[in-house]
């Protein structure tokens, strides 16, 4: 078991990659089509962490239970972002990390009608408000950044980021979280090979423009390694609903990254709506909250 002072440093690095994230995805896409973004960003990762494994000697379980695991885990991957590159045409990069801020509300409900977990009265609370305040934030006009195609699109990534999480704590596999984070990444770049004969036509001609490369090299190493090396560790180690806390603490500060970074503007019902979304998370996490004021993982 890690210390606490291991993982709350990895609480605090998946944080800032995950805050840093929807901005390095929607430059990474302004040269390259976005579903190419996303299977290069599979084809680089793998030959990576198959690196990583082989360095540092870590052991990769092929049996059925592991690879059930990889399978999940992949949800979280692919499963969650096809739908979040497709939606960088619709949302700005910080409407998009507030999408992800809705993950605990979505794993509660999953929790609920999928696992039988019971939700207490203060946490349905915070699911209405949170509602209100996206109903807020598609109601605010057809904006450039603010189209509700694009809240669909994370709507349904969201969707299969949660459902990953409950997933691979239900199937327990005995797997590093190097190993599972690996797993997950093989079976992500081999659904992305899938998707090669529909997007062929839109491959790139020409080399992308720096900023691209570089924001491409960073959602590889970053969000598709480093952030699933923590992810898949404090998964192992942490509640899911307790884990699903990083999202509640990424949106804001994206949305600032967003508009500081790359000039991305929001009109004042976008701000309220926001701010409605992350007082209802604060409802759903209030028991949450009072536990870690009392320092207890």
């Excluded at 709350?8 to 390259?32: C, H, K, R």
């Excluded at 109601?139 to 509700?148: E, I, W």
């Excluded at 998707?195 to 590889?220: E, G, H, M, N, R």
Aim: with cysteine.
């Amino acid at each position: 078991m890690p210390s606490r002072l291991n993982l709350m440093f990895t609480y605090g690095l998946l944080i800032f990659i995950w805050a840093t994230t929807p901005l390095a995805i929607v430059w990474s896409v302004s040269d390259i089509y976005p579903m190419w973004a996303l299977v290069l960003r599979f084809f680089i990762a793998l030959p990576l962490a198959i690196a990583v494994l082989l360095i540092l000697k870590i052991q990769f379980p092929i049996n059925k239970i592991a690879v059930l695991s990889y399978i999940a885990g992949s949800l979280s991957l692919i499963g969650s972002q096809i739908f979040t590159y497709a939606a960088t045409a619709f949302l700005s990069s910080g409407l998009i990390a507030l999408m992800f801020g809705l993950a605990p509300i979505m794993a509660g409900l999953i929790g609920r009608f999928g696992f039988q977990q019971k939700l207490a009265t203060l946490q349905w609370l915070g699911m209405g408000t949170s509602i209100i305040g996206l109903a807020m934030i598609c109601l605010s006009g057809n904006q450039k950044h603010v189209q509700p195609i694009g809240i669909i699109m994370m709507l349904i990534s969201v969707f299969a980021y949660s459902l990953s999480i409950f997933l691979v704590k239900k199937i327990n596999a005995v797997v590093q979280p190097i190993a599972q984070a690996t797993g997950s990444i093989l079976v992500s770049t081999l659904l992305a090979l899938m998707l090669l004969p529909f997007i062929w036509q839109y491959a790139p001609t020409q080399f992308p423009s720096l900023k691209s490369l570089l924001a491409l090299i960073y959602t590889v190493v970053m969000a598709s390694l480093i952030a699933m090396f923590c992810y898949f560790k404090l998964v192992q180690n942490l509640k899911a609903t307790t884990l699903s806390l990083t999202t509640v603490m990424t949106p804001m500060l994206a949305i600032l990254i967003g508009a500081y970074l790359n000039h991305e503007q929001l009109s004042a019902q976008v701000f309220v709506g926001a701010s409605i979304i992350l007082f209802g998370l604060f409802l759903y996490f209030y028991k949450d909250l009072q536990t870690y004021r009392r320092l207890k993982i």
